[in-house]
């Protein structure tokens, strides 16, 4: 992600644009970060990047800790990410479904929607013992070898697919990873077919889920929630065949619960689109 945005900064956006790719900067390194650290990894010139950074100080988007000279998310942006946290995502509606199902399960439970071709983790929620996965809300994971992902990317249509799949990097993450598009709509086909998905060990060795998506009324994609715990690929269709009752329970109430709030049938077909 960081590499596209050293590509994107110096043509696409104006100033506006390029501030946001500072902030996407800032984001991607998971901690403070000094202005070095900043302008090694930017493709804009230091004079711009520095008057770009200290104008997102003034406005509350960054904050400096004087002590240490390393800049991280300010409050303001904290507070606007609240704010589209629980106006423009489907997280608020989708909240006690998620708890109730993991509590039905008893195993962690995601949330997750579309970005731009790749999963955006919306909510989590886990049994205290759960062991940690990569998985948190805000994060950004790949669709093509997770269980959410490969649910979401079943019900697009084919002209949003086509976008998407060219977003997929292959990375091979363990030896049971799709690594081709070919493989990867082989696996799409089937899962449309039973109607969800399977983490099978694809993206964490020792982690494996079953996962649905959430479909409007129209059968667009909003969403997609998964049932996720710590086992092996021998082990996935026990564990599928006892949370698969739940998760359909639980998407359905989700797509029930999203009728209020969902933004107009066409705007939430694919990675990217208007949200």
């Known amino acids: 992600m960081a590499d596209a945005l050293r590509r994107a900064a110096p043509d696409g956006g104006g100033t506006v644009g390029k501030a946001l790719d500072v902030l996407e900067e800032v984001a991607a390194f998971g901690r403070p970060v000094r202005f070095a650290e900043l302008q090694a990894r930017s493709a804009l010139p230091k004079a711009t990047l520095y008057r770009l950074v200290q104008t997102l100080a003034g406005q509350g988007m960054l904050i400096l800790d004087p002590e240490t000279g390393r800049y991280a998310m300010g409050r303001r942006l904290v507070r606007l990410a609240h704010v589209a946290w629980s106006q423009a995502s489907l997280a608020p509606v989708a909240r006690p479904h ?147 009752g739940p998760l359909r329970r639980a998407v359905d109430a989700v797509a029930r619960a999203a009728d209020d709030w969902r933004f107009p049938e066409g705007t939430r077909q694919g990675g990217g689109g208007t949200r």
């Open 98 to 244: 998620v708890e109730r199902l993991a509590h039905e399960t008893g195993r962690t439970v995601h949330l997750a929607e579309l970005e731009g071709g790749h999963v955006l983790y919306l909510d989590k929620h886990a049994p205290e013992a759960a062991p940690d996965t990569y998985s948190a809300a805000g994060r950004i994971g790949p669709a093509y070898c997770t269980g959410v992902g490969k649910a979401m990317l079943a019900h697009l249509p084919e002209d949003a697919l086509a976008e998407a799949l060219a977003e997929q990097s292959f990375k091979r993450h363990t030896p049971a990873t799709l690594t081709d598009e070919a493989a990867l709509r082989a696996d799409l086909a089937a899962i449309r077919r039973r109607g969800h998905a399977f983490d099978a060990e694809e993206h964490e060795p020792g982690v494996v889920c079953v996962a649905m998506p959430v479909l409007s009324g129209g059968g667009h994609v909003l969403g997609a929630l998964s049932v996720t715990g710590h086992g092996t690929r021998a082990g996935l269709g026990g564990m599928a065949r006892a949370a698969l």
